[in-house]
């Protein structure tokens, strides 16, 4: 399995980013697909989760609404659309793929039980 995360980098606050991370390999059939990020000196946190076979989406409320999922099947890509940034944005972003039953259950947001990372990509806000 590999994830590709593209789509980093800085911005000024208020500003916009669109993450992309292109999966192969994964054989999970409708996998549990995850946005996380990881500040310096804190826990990663999970920010939104998508069915790739049902396509039901969840969000951490506390994110605001300002962050949307999205897929495209037919390229095998996640996206993470981040509107209206801010300084405490800034961190290391990554995209995880599990079983699909990480959606159903409701424990998308939980890091611990997605096998398969990417390598993360930046996003400094300033």
């Known amino acids: 399995v590999q994830l590709v995360e593209s789509g980093g980098g800085s911005v000024q606050a208020e500003g916009s980013l669109r993450l992309s991370c292109v999966g192969s390999?994964?054989?999970?059939?409708?996998?549990?697909m995850g946005w996380f990020r990881q500040a310096p000196g804190k826990e990663r946190e999970g920010i939104a989760g998508?069915?790739?076979?049902?396509?039901?989406?969840s969000y951490d409320q506390r994110m605001g609404g300002r962050f949307t999922i999205s897929q495209d099947r037919a390229k095998n890509t996640l996206y993470l659309q981040m509107t209206d940034l801010k300084p405490e944005d800034t961190a290391i972003y990554y995209c995880?793929?599990?079983?699909?039953?990480?959606?159903?259950?409701?424990?998308?947001?939980?890091?611990?039980?997605?096998?398969?990372w990417g390598q993360g990509t930046q996003v400094t806000v300033s």
């Open positions: 390999g994964i054989t999970y059939r409708g996998p549990c």
């Open positions: 995880a793929a599990g079983r699909a039953s990480n959606c159903y259950s409701g424990s998308w947001w939980q890091p611990r039980i997605y096998p398969y």
């Open positions: 998508i069915s790739i076979g049902g396509g039901s989406k």
